[in-house]
């Protein structure tokens, strides 16, 4: 594996996780769905209870009490939940940062998305930047999966030309996915888009998580490389 302590001297705030006897637990559980981009799902990746506290948070947002920026249109309504101000956003992406298990950046918000029957989100691919940090890893939590629709779909996955890989949801899950190859070049195949809710709702919580691609990939890719070959 890749020594995975670069980050030093980029004057930036760096964290290393703290070690979390249940990171070895949630690696264990994590499974790979395409090589193509790099793309995983871990099941139950967040409890019943905060999943319903979160939902709880959005739904506040919704109603305009939280005092905090909101859009809604056909990619469904957004709102970003702050790490510093909500203790169990913190913790979830305290949680992803152990699992990819290597130092990272705080991240300030974590985006809260509630799609309803008819709203889906196009295709587009997670290459943005943040000064000299790439969006390295999107990892999305679904907090209440629909009743029909709502499929994260990657068209160019594993190089088909022809079939789609598509990622169906399901309550607390996790689904993670890299947006740079190891090498620290954009991957393409990681374009995606949410199928339509065709019922019922879809409810996510996102960190996005920037990192120097060009230091950090191989790192964040060798860690989920070796938590997949070591699971059962």
């Given at each position: 594996?890749?020594?995975?302590?670069?980050?030093?001297?980029?004057?930036?705030?760096?964290?290393?996780?703290?070690?979390?006897?249940?990171?070895?637990?949630?690696?264990?559980?994590?499974?790979?769905?395409?090589?193509?981009?790099?793309?995983?799902?871990?099941?139950?990746?967040?409890?019943?209870?905060?999943?319903?506290?979160?939902?709880?948070?959005?739904?506040?947002?919704?109603?305009?009490?939280?005092?905090?920026?909101?859009?809604?249109?056909?990619?469904?309504?957004?709102?970003?939940?702050?790490?510093?101000?909500?203790?169990?956003?913190?913790?979830?992406?305290?949680?992803?940062?152990?699992?990819?298990?290597?130092?990272?950046?705080?991240?300030?918000?974590?985006?809260?998305?509630?799609?309803?029957?008819?709203?889906?989100?196009?295709?587009?691919?997670?290459?943005?930047?943040?000064?000299?940090?790439?969006?390295?890893?999107?990892?999305?939590?679904?907090?209440?999966?629909?009743?029909?629709?709502?499929?994260?779909?990657?068209?160019?996955?594993?190089?088909?030309?022809?079939?789609?890989?598509?990622?169906?949801?399901?309550?607390?899950?996790?689904?993670?996915?890299?947006?740079?190859?190891?090498?620290?070049?954009?991957?393409?195949?990681?374009?995606?888009?949410?199928?339509?809710?065709?019922?019922?709702?879809?409810?996510?919580?996102t960190s996005f998580v920037y990192l120097p691609a060009a230091l950090a990939a191989?790192?964040?890719?060798?860690?989920?490389?070796?938590?997949?070959?070591?699971?059962?």
């Amino acid at each position: 594996m890749r020594d995975p302590s670069y980050g030093a001297g980029m004057g930036a705030e760096v964290h290393h996780p703290s070690p979390d006897a249940g990171v070895s637990s949630l690696r264990a559980r994590l499974r790979r769905v395409a090589a193509v981009p790099a793309l995983y799902r871990l099941e139950r990746f967040v409890s019943a209870h905060e999943a319903a506290a979160i939902i709880a948070l959005g739904e506040q947002a919704e109603r305009g009490t939280l005092d905090l920026p909101t859009k809604h249109d056909s990619t469904g309504f957004s709102v970003e939940l702050l790490t510093d101000r909500f203790e169990v956003v913190a913790q979830v992406h305290r949680r992803i940062a152990s699992l990819i298990g290597v130092p990272w950046h705080v991240e300030p918000s974590l985006r809260f998305r509630h799609y309803r029957s008819g709203e889906g989100h196009p295709p587009h691919v997670d290459n943005y930047r943040k000064g000299d940090e790439d969006l390295l890893v999107t990892a999305m939590v679904v907090l209440r999966a629909p009743d029909a629709g709502g499929r994260t779909s990657f068209p160019l996955a594993d190089g088909a030309a022809t079939d789609a890989v598509a990622v169906a949801p399901h309550d607390r899950e996790l689904v993670l996915w890299l947006n740079h190859r190891a090498d620290g070049s954009e991957e393409p195949a990681s374009s995606h888009a949410g199928e339509t809710v065709d019922a019922g709702e879809k409810i996510t919580l996102t960190s996005f998580v920037y990192l120097p691609a060009a230091l950090a990939a191989g790192p964040v890719h060798d860690v989920l490389d070796a938590a997949v070959g070591a699971a059962p």
